[in-house]
């Protein structure tokens, strides 16, 4: 992607991918971007505690998509599913990359989004580029330094729906 006017061209060493459960994702097209940039993968699939939480609430339901029925909502085969879909991700990722020429890592992280991408970047990969859950990975991107970054303002850029290049501070 072109850099936009008066920005130079950023060497990105990172991408940050999240995946998270029910989101679009297009893992081919994230492991193409990545070697392309050759940039190390992080592949992050983010359990949402939220929706763990409201698994287990006596009232929460679900309605299945072939009955169109409701039934309880069952948090272990809830687990089950995500775990499932998380090894789906791992597995079309490991297709789309060679390991032995390409860096990545697959992770699982329980907990809120903000927080969990939260704690990948603050792994000191910079520049890096981030792509939220769904976000198709040549978006037009969104340039913020990493200083710039409190809780409030990664969860605005991960609502805005577009990938975010993150610079050193």
């Known amino acids: 992607m072109a850099p936009e006017r008066g920005q130079e061209e950023v060497a990105v060493r990172r991408i940050v991918a999240c995946f998270a459960p029910g989101s679009a994702v297009a893992p081919a097209a994230i492991a193409e971007l990545a070697k392309e940039m050759q940039a190390e993968l ?10 763990l939480r409201f698994a287990a609430l ?4 679900e309605v299945g998509y072939a009955s169109a029925l409701p039934r309880a909502l069952d948090p272990g085969s809830l687990e089950r599913a995500l775990r499932r879909q998380a090894d789906s991700l791992r597995r079309a990722l490991a297709a789309a990359l060679d390991p032995t020429s390409h860096s990545w890592t697959f992770r699982v992280a329980r907990g809120a989004l903000a927080e969990s991408v939260a704690a990948a970047l603050d792994e000191g990969y910079a520049p890096s580029l981030l792509i939220p859950p769904g976000v198709h990975p040549r978006g037009t991107r969104l340039i913020v330094r990493r200083a710039d970054l409190g809780p409030t303002e990664l969860r605005a850029i991960m609502a805005a729906a577009r990938p975010v290049l993150i610079l050193p501070a």
Do not use: K, S, Y
């Open 58 to 61: 006596p009232f929460a339901a």
């Open 42 to 51: 992080l592949g992050l699939f983010i359990e949402d505690i939220e929706l």
